[in-house]
Structure formats: structure tokens, C-alpha cells
DNA sequence: TTGCTTGTTGAACGATCGTATAATAAGCTT
DNA sequence: AAGCTTATTATACGATCGTTCAACAAGCAA
């Protein structure tokens, strides 16, 4: 019988293994609680994988920043890919689906300030935001423009847009009790109907 | 002639100095380097002070919050004040000193983004978050209602503003590659003269 | 079955963490 | 000038940090 001592796994299931638990860490006790040990415990594994597959927890660290980035990505881009075909909708969809889950999450919130610490010394880190930032605007462009706004003013609209939403967002998640989902959607969707009207 | 070994400094002055000490800490490296040594270092003191004063770091650390928070808001009051009588240019000066040092600084946005990582696990600071933005929206709502605006639209209006002053601060502190603190000023009177129009 | 590749473990390393504590001395009171 | 209070220092302690590395074994190829 003699069950096996540990479970031989292929690398790029093991890497997301571990930048799962690396959320999951954060999310629980910020940046930190982060250390490689309580990683790998949360991951099932010995602490020396965390060398192994990334190098260096710092490496992890940005991994799973990239990877919570990309699935917030997909979060929005699947709200509005279900939000039918009239240009305003979509784009009220697009804002308002920051406001739900999984976006609207004091879990990601936690992930989120956790990376926002370690831009100040990591420009590694620093460069992962600016690029998904810009994404984040390019696609908040696109849904402006197919609302009929003049190209000259998408671009202020779009950081408009952007800043509100993410004001709401980190109050949303920081005190809840201030303030709720609906009213978030709302305050949105009247600056959204008064950028575009 | 056999110099001093030390100087013995007032015990609220000492807080003081340790306070300034943990938030140039925290600025050039984040949360991460703000250890008791590196502060007791900054302020050229003995480690043990820290405790002595302070009984911990952690309190160290909520106290810096506070009176970087004070701060703050003593800056925003001051360009209030220098505003004149004109209750809409005093609204715009008071969003617009955001956007300005003291306080859109990269070294202030460290400090912030460092807080905002202990939210999580540290109800106490939490709590001193909690406290500093309902004091922001009061007064900023004591501004729009000297605007002429109707009661009943004051607290949404107050939390908009908030929400996109925060969210262009923290993309201006962020990357200021793609933003400017004139377009940040821009978007917000915009918006200001949208609400209270 | 045998051999090989390599994912995985667990211990060990030095560095640094936060805190506690005894000894020291600075500055005020008397 | 003597004494007292206490701010301050320097050191030490145990815990935990990130990383390294030799040994092990799981799973595939032959």
C-alpha cells in the first residue's frame, strides 16, 4: 500500500498552485503575512517549490499580480460580452461590474493594496500596474467610442471614468459600511450619461 | 571637555521625531523596510525607543497614520482658507490642492498604500481610516452645500468627488507618466461644475 | 523491469525581525 | 553639590525571514 510522500505535479500546475495560496495569502493577512513558508503551507508544499519554480518569493509575488490582474480582466470583459449590443449598456456593464463579485471583493482588496506597497521599491512591479492600467483604459476607449464620443474627448472620459471607478471601488472594499454597490452603480451611470450624453 | 553620550529630548518631542522617521521610512521603501531598526536608524536613536514610547511598532506605525492624515487635511483647510469667499472657487481649490504637494507626492502615496496594506489585518488602523474620510466627505459636503446645493444631493455628491479625487491621486502618484496634475485639475472642475451647475 | 529525468522534500544557513532588560547618564530638583 | 527621575543605549533573546542544497522518489521511457 504505502502511499506515495507527496504528489509529482506538472510545473505550470504547480506554478498556479502556488500563486492561488499567494492570493489567498494576501488576501488574509496583507503583505505582511506573505512569507514563503505560510505560501507553501497554504499551497500543501515544502518552501523550498517556491524557489524552485519562481526563483524568489519576490517573483511569485509578481506572478500572482499578473494572474489576478488577467482574471479581473476576463471578469469585465465577460460582463460586457453578456451585456447585449447597445453601446451604453456595454459600457455600463463594464463600470458596474466592478461594483459585484469577484471584483467587489475585500479578499482582492487586500491582494490589490499588497501590490500597491511594493510598487514604491519593485519597479517591476510598478511596470505590471502601468500595463494593465493602460489596458484597462484602452478598453474603456473603445466602449466610449462606440458610444458615439469625439475621439478628442475619449481619452480625458476614459481617465474620468477610470478614476471614479476605482475611488469607488477601494471605499466599496476599504469601509463598507459607507457605502454600498447600488449606490456605487449609480453615482457611475450619472457621470457616465453626462460624459457621453 | 567629553561631549554628551546622548541627547535627552522631551518625550513628545521624541514621538515626534520617530513619527517623521517612520514616514521618510516608509516612503522610500514601503511597508516592507519600515522595521524598528531602520526607523530607530532614520531618527538616530536606539532601537529600544520605540517601545519605550510607543510600546510596539505597530503603534508607532497607526500614530504616523494619524498625523500624516492630520496633515493632509491641514494642507487641504489651509488652501480653503486662501481661497477667498466665492463658494465654487473654494470647492475647486480644495479638490484641486490634491492634485499638488504637499500632497500628491510619491512619498505620501508610499505611506498611504503602506496603511492601506495593514487594513487589513489591523482593525486599529482600519478604524483611523474610517475616521479621516468621514471627516474628508464632512467637509466636503459643508463646501458643496455652501454651493447652493440641494440637501438631499449633498452626501452623493460628496462621496462622487471623493471617489474621483482619490482615484486620480492615486493614478497621478502612481504613474505620472499618464497623468498630469493639470488634466487631474481639469477632469475634477469639470465634474465639480457638472453637480453643482 | 530498469534507468533516467526532475519535481519535491526537509533540514540547515545566516540575516533580520520585534521585543525585553540591565546598565548608563542627562538634566532637573533640592 | 548631591540626589533623583527617567530618557537612552547597548546587548541579548527567541522567532521568523528568504534562500540554498543534498537526498529522495514519482512517473515516464526504454
Redo the contacts between chains.
Sequence with gaps: MSKPAFNRVAPDARRLSLIEATARVL???????ASVRAIATEAGVSPGLVAHHFGGVDALIAATYAQVSEQVSAALDAAVAAAGDDPQARLNTYVAASFAPPIAD?AL??TW??F??????QPAI?AL??AQ??GYRAELEKLLTACGLAPAATR?AA??I???????W??LC??P???DAD?AR??TE??IA?LVR
Tied chains: 1, 2.
Design positions: 488576501a488574509r493577512g496583507g503583505a505582511n503575512g475585500p482588496l487586500a493594496t499588497a500597491w506597497g511594493l510598487v514604491v521599491a510598478a500596474h502601468d492600467y493602460a480625458r481617465i474620468a477610470t478614476a471614479l471607478v476605482d475611488g469607488l477601494l471605499e476599504l469601509s459600511a459607507a457605502l449606490e449609480a453615482i450619472a457621470q453626462a
